[in-house]
């Protein structure tokens, strides 16, 4: 008995240190980061030089930065939008709805999320010169919904298919029409899924590098405009840009968590 | 009576080859407890979900108080349904949940405010019209998909095995209580179950099922008493089912031979000597013969040997073996006191006896 | 109107905008590049033409089939890291953290990153592994190097480095949700018959996260195999993948054809790999229901 409480502890000790390895792994590189956009330094080495908000400063003063935020939300709200309008109807088809080539459509709607982004781009980026679009965030708009519509799909698919269909039966039963059937009782129900996939799709496309690469014009989005920038040189403003988006990110993470908490079920 | 639901012919066939109800014609009257009976894939539940309007009969015409609904929609039928999970909404609290169905007729707020309460009264649930479904038992729960229902004041409440997620214990109280709402409200209950002792305990009338058709309706004493054919003595209540052969037929009563021992039974109809035939009595009409008792003359008299016993409390389940081999059920009542009722013991050979009158016979058009 | 045409023209609304999307972005423009891939370069355009020659190109040309190589090799040591650290953490999370909460806690800070800008966790390696990076200021700082060193940054390592880094959520989500649909009176029967830790770990909790495993490893190859932008920034000459020389291009090489024709082979590779994955997980399914 008590050495196999001590093999377990052994067990566990052993366990844990390859958690506190593992999670060091994951969180120290963006501690450093951050840590340097506020060193008193434009090399990014140690020892700390001591504590400034200068690059921030910079950063604040940089009107080609402010510009290429103003455009990644522009982008990130209009591709989730159009995810949603898209994604969520394509959802209900693949699981209620029978019609021809239902599987090729849901092969090929599903295909982005492990296709590599930069098939996306450069195929959308041939369909759109050979049809004559002029590339902007629009073009840009068109190519993350179609790389993002997967997140959507396969998140409220999958509720959908833990719906209990009772639940609509019961709407109908009770003298719902069927639009009243949806909006009180289908769309409550999958909100979560909604929710959840909407401040996905929204964050990836915030950061979305390479279908953007292809399909932008002059405009930058904020991937882009780091992107460029870093390709010149590494400099502690970049860390002080990251350092505001990883608090966004802390932000959208709370926000999903609280919103997704499990209430009914 | 008039008849407030109507079955015309109705079948249902499922992907063109699945025939899930088969010509069924079914009337029921208006304040009547009627359970659909039978095991699962009988067509009881399709049965009860194309009156829902969930399903459109293949064939036939359904009626609802004289209107042909057989093609309306779900929320255009005067109908409710009590479902097997009640399929409350996990969104909405238990008042928004019964209000639910009221605020589709577009009633006026105080009204339905009104009628929500009235209705959580009835169940006895009004102190929990603010919480959620999943804060309640399951107990509450089937009273919450209770109330829902009824508030709209339905022609004809449907019942989707509507007590098979409950325990044994709060399964009995719930029988009851459903039984007594159903002569307070006076509505018509259309109920599927699977389990006999509901459908005899509960209904007025008990439709038996079976491969999609009707096999027999009626009053649980009737069926129980007089089941139409072997499926139905069966599956109401246990029975001793032995083939045998008509020996001799004077007027109701036939006279059978059951391996070694013979038998005088009365057949429901027609039958002539020599026909095979299959002799059915219930466990609890055979009556143990004491030592020197003496039977009544007119009454079947036969030995076997005692197998296992089976104590149940306030009765005893004996497995016995025929001298021909034939297993057969007894169940014997104690009296005031187990030991003293004399229980045969294992191996034991015993007499029964038993009135010709409660040993039907059944023909082969009967097996089903 | 009656109900039934009525439902058959909502049917028809609601596939109607996702079909009709999907056919125009996805489905034409891999037809497109399709069609690019057999044309011909011809300075400063191309010529509509049927011909194999960018394929045998990058078949046969060994600088195309080394970066091919190059490309495969990386996925699949960055697929192998990834299992490695992914594993044993999912595996303790399931069976050892008895409190939900930690569990949950600790889940979430696995797949928190993944919220976090894709391209700031790939730079903050560059800063990190770097000549003038904090790792080797800080080795020097406490004398265990004396001038800093470039064996950190632009090579292989560092590549597999920053990718397992950055998709390593991806291995942990898949094989969780395998461990924790586990029946956990599965691992006492395997215990009350007798058998070991190390058995009942092999025979029994292994081959039933199986499926997650190879979900998990499934999508690390296929989204490193098609990375472009940790080779740019930590890779260097020697961690140039295939997706960098798909960008050149249709960037400065100017060579459409041969770009596509590359994005058709990556393409077909990727499915493949989906194709092979969901077989093996078809054929090995264990039903626990």
Request: net charge neutral.
């Amino acid at each position: 008995m008590v050495s196999a409480t001590l093999k377990e502890r052994a067990g566990n000790g052993v366990f844990g240190t390859v958690i506190a390895c593992i999670l060091a792994y994951l969180y120290l590189p963006i501690l450093i980061l951050v840590i340097f956009s506020f060193n008193d330094s434009s090399s990014l080495t140690l020892p700390l030089k001591g504590f400034t908000w200068q690059w921030y400063e910079t950063l604040f003063n940089n009107s080609d930065l402010l510009q290429a935020l103003r455009n990644s939300f522009y982008v990130a709200i209009s591709a989730t939008t159009l995810t949603l309008l898209i994604g969520v109807p394509a959802a209900f088809a693949l699981d209620r709805i029978r019609f021809p080539g239902k599987t090729v459509f849901r092969r090929l709607v599903l295909l982005p999320l492990v296709l590599p982004g930069i098939i996306t781009g450069i195929s959308m980026l041939n369909l759109f010169k050979l049809v004559g679009f002029q590339l902007s965030l629009e073009t840009v708009i068109i190519g993350h919904a179609t790389a993002l519509i997967s997140i959507v799909v396969t998140q409220v698919f999958a509720r959908l298919q833990r719906l209990n269909r009772s639940l609509e039966e019961a709407a109908a039963d009770l003298g719902a029409r069927p639009w009243e059937t949806f909006f009180f009782v289908t769309l409550p129900n999958i909100r979560s899924a909604l929710i959840g996939s909407a401040l996905l799709s929204f964050t990836l496309s915030f950061d979305e590098i390479p279908v953007t690469f292809f399909l932008t014009g002059r405009d930058n989005t904020l991937p882009m405009y780091i992107w460029s920038t870093l390709r010149r040189g590494i400099t502690p403003e970049i860390n002080a840009v990251g350092t505001l988006i990883i608090l966004g990110s802390l932000v959208m993470i709370v926000l999903s968590v609280s919103m997704l908490r499990p209430q009914d079920e | 009576m008039a008849s407030i639901v109507k079955f015309d012919h109705v079948s249902k066939v499922f992907g063109g080859k699945i025939v899930a109800v088969n010509d069924v014609s079914l009337s029921i009257a208006e304040g009547e407890f009627v359970t659909l009976l039978g095991p699962s894939g009988c067509g009881k539940t399709t049965l009860l979900r194309m009156l829902a309007g969930f399903e459109a009969p293949s064939s036939g015409q359904i009626e609802l108080a004289g209107e042909d609904v057989t093609h309306l929609p779900p929320y255009k039928r005067n109908v409710n349904m009590v479902f097997q999970d009640y399929a409350l909404f996990p969104h909405l609290t238990i008042q928004k949940n019964v209000a639910f169905g009221l605020e589709r007729l577009r009633m006026d707020r105080e009204e339905i405010g009104k009628k929500v309460r009235a209705t959580l009264d009835l169940v006895d649930l009004s102190d929990k019209a603010d919480r959620k479904p999943h804060e309640l038992s399951g107990g509450q729960r089937q009273r919450v998909a209770l109330a829902r229902a009824i508030v709209r004041e339905p022609k004809v409440l449907l019942l989707d095995e509507p007590l098979s997620a409950l325990d044994a214990n709060l399964r009995e109280a719930m029988q009851v209580e459903l039984k007594h709402l159903h002569e307070r409200i006076g509505l018509t209950f259309v109920m599927v179950t699977h389990d006999q002792t509901e459908a005899l305990v509960m209904s007025d009338r008990t439709v038996v099922m079976h491969n999609g058709a009707i096999v027999q309706v009626g009053a649980p004493a009737e069926l129980y008493d007089r089941p139409a054919t072997t499926y139905v003595a069966d599956f109401v209540g246990t029975s001793n089912l032995l083939q045998g052969v008509v020996q001799k037929v004077n007027g109701v009563a036939a006279e059978v031979a059951v391996g070694s021992a013979s038998l005088r039974c009365t057949p429901r109809g027609e039958v002539a000597a020599g026909q095979e035939v299959i002799v059915g009595f219930r466990p609890e009409k055979l009556r143990l013969l004491g030592a020197s008792e003496k039977p009544d003359k007119d009454w079947n008299v036969f030995e076997a040997n005692v197998g296992e016993v089976l104590f149940h409390g306030s009765s005893v389940r004996m497995r016995c073996k025929l001298a021909s081999g034939e297993q057969i059920v007894c169940d014997m009542q104690l009296g005031t006191s187990a030991a003293a009722s004399g229980i045969p013991e294992q191996g034991s050979k015993v007499r029964f006896t038993m009135d010709p009158a409660s040993v039907p016979l059944f023909t082969e058009d009967d097996r089903a | 109107m009656n109900r039934l045409s009525r439902d058959g023209l909502v049917r028809a609304i609601v596939c109607f905008t996702p079909i009709l999307w999907a056919i125009a972005f996805m489905f034409v423009p891999y037809v497109i590049i399709l069609t690019y891939s057999f044309w011909t370069k011809k300075f400063p355009t191309f010529l509509p033409d049927f011909q194999f020659g960018n394929y045998a190109l990058i078949f046969f040309d060994p600088q195309y089939v080394s970066v091919l190589m190059r490309t495969g090799k990386i996925a699949l040591f960055v697929t192998a890291a990834a299992l490695l650290l992914a594993y044993p953490f999912a595996y303790f999370l399931v069976f050892r953290v008895k409190s939900a909460k930690v569990r949950g806690l600790l889940y979430m800070a696995v797949i928190a990153p993944l919220w976090v800008s894709y391209l700031l966790r790939a730079y903050t390696w560059k800063t990190i592994l770097g000549n003038n990076g904090v790792l080797n200021s800080f080795l020097v700082s406490i004398g265990i190097l004396d001038e800093p060193t470039d064996v950190f940054l632009y090579n292989q390592f560092s590549m597999v480095v920053t990718l397992t880094y950055i998709f390593i959520p991806f291995m942990v989500m898949p094989i969780y949700t395998a461990l924790e649909k586990i029946p956990k009176n599965l691992i006492e029967a395997s215990k009350d018959l007798g058998i070991g830790p190390w058995g009942t770990f092999w025979k029994v909790v292994w081959p039933l996260s199986l499926p997650g495993v190879i979900a998990g490893a499934t999508f690390t190859f296929c989204l490193t195999f098609g990375d472009f932008v940790a080779p740019v920034l930590v890779g260097g000459p020697d961690g140039v993948m295939v997706a960098n020389i798909i960008t050149s291009q249709f960037g400065s090489a100017l060579n459409w054809p041969l770009g596509s024709a590359l994005a058709i082979v990556v393409l077909i590779i990727v499915l493949s790999i989906i194709e092979m994955s969901d077989r093996v997980q078809r054929a090995g399914r264990i039903d626990l229901a």
